[in-house]
C-alpha cells in the first residue's frame, strides 16, 4: 500500500515563481527521498533527508521533513520550464529490508 | 553517478506473445534490482525484487508464471512478461541500488523505463 501522499496532485506555476510540493506519510521512517520523472521516462533521485534530519538544500531544492506531523516539503526556488515533471516523495520504513514506497506524484507544469 | 540501462524503451506485440525487458547496471553492480509497473499518471506499483543468483521475491498479487524474473549476473536482471493480453499494457520500469560504491548509497537508480503495448 502506499506510504506518501503528496499534495497538491497538480500544480501550474510562471516561470521564475517557487514550487511548494507536500507529501504526508503513515508510518516510522528511516528515510524520505523525492524523485522527479519526466513524461515517459525513468525517475531521478533528486535528494535525500534523514528521520534525524529538519532540513537539506541541494541547488534550488529545498527539502524538509517534520517527524511529528509525518510530512515533508519540496521546494524549488526560481523554478524553470525545464522543471516541469511529476515528482515523487519515497518513503523508506524503519525495519530492516525495508522497501522504498512511492506516493502518487504531483505533476508541475512551469509556464515560460 | 550510477546508470541504469533498460531496453527496449517501448515494444508493441500481439496477444499471446512474450516479451522481454533487459535492466543493466552500467557500472556498479546490483545484487538487487526492482521492477516496478506504472498506469499513466499513477505512481509506481513495486512488482518484484529481484536478486542474484536466487529466486526474486514477489509482491502479493503479482502472478510469478506470467511475469518472469531472471538475475544470472551481477549487472543484468531480465523481466519476461509470459503469453501477453492486453491489459498487461503499461509502463514498466527497472531500479538499482549502489550498495558497493565509494558510499552505499540508499537512493535509487532508475533504468528510462519499457512501454509495453500489447495489441
Known amino acids: 500500500s502506499q506510504q506518501g501522499e503528496e499534495d497538491p496532485q497538480a500544480l501550474s506555476i510562471q516561470e521564475g515563481e517557487n514550487a511548494t510540493m507536500n507529501c504526508s506519510y503513515k508510518?516510522?521512517?528511516?528515510?524520505l527521498q523525492w524523485y522527479r520523472q519526466n513524461s515517459g521516462r525513468g525517475l531521478v533521485h533528486l535528494i535525500l533527508?534523514?528521520?534525524?534530519?529538519r532540513e537539506k538544500h541541494s541547488g534550488r531544492l529545498r527539502v524538509t521533513l517534520d517527524t511529528s506531523k509525518k510530512s515533508s516539503s519540496l521546494l524549488i526556488t526560481a523554478s524553470r520550464a525545464a522543471d516541469t515533471a511529476s515528482y515523487f516523495c519515497?518513503?523508506?520504513?524503519?525495519?530492516?529490508?525495508?522497501?522504498?514506497?512511492f506516493g502518487k506524484g504531483i505533476t508541475l507544469s512551469v509556464r515560460p | 553517478g550510477a546508470v541504469v540501462s533498460q531496453h527496449p524503451s517501448w515494444v508493441i506485440c500481439k496477444s499471446g506473445t512474450s516479451v522481454k525487458i533487459e535492466c543493466r547496471s552500467l557500472?556498479?553492480?546490483?545484487?538487487?534490482m526492482f521492477w516496478y509497473r506504472q498506469f499513466p499518471k499513477q505512481s509506481l506499483m513495486l512488482m518484484a525484487t529481484?536478486?542474484?543468483?536466487?529466486?526474486?521475491?514477489?509482491e502479493q498479487g503479482v502472478e510469478k508464471d506470467k511475469f518472469l524474473i531472471n538475475h544470472a549476473s551481477l549487472t543484468l536482471s531480465t523481466l519476461t512478461v509470459t503469453s501477453a493480453h492486453p491489459e498487461d499494457s503499461s509502463f514498466y520500469i527497472c531500479s538499482a541500488r549502489d550498495l558497493f560504491g565509494p558510499v552505499p548509497s540508499e537512493k535509487l537508480f532508475f533504468g528510462s523505463g519499457t512501454q509495453l503495448s500489447v495489441l
Open positions: 557500472d556498479f553492480q546490483a545484487t538487487t
Open positions: 508510518t516510522s521512517i528511516n528515510n
Open positions: 519515497a518513503t523508506k520504513n524503519t525495519g530492516a529490508n525495508s522497501k522504498l514506497t
Open positions: 533527508i534523514r528521520s534525524n534530519e
Open positions: 529481484s536478486n542474484e543468483g536466487s529466486k526474486a521475491t514477489y
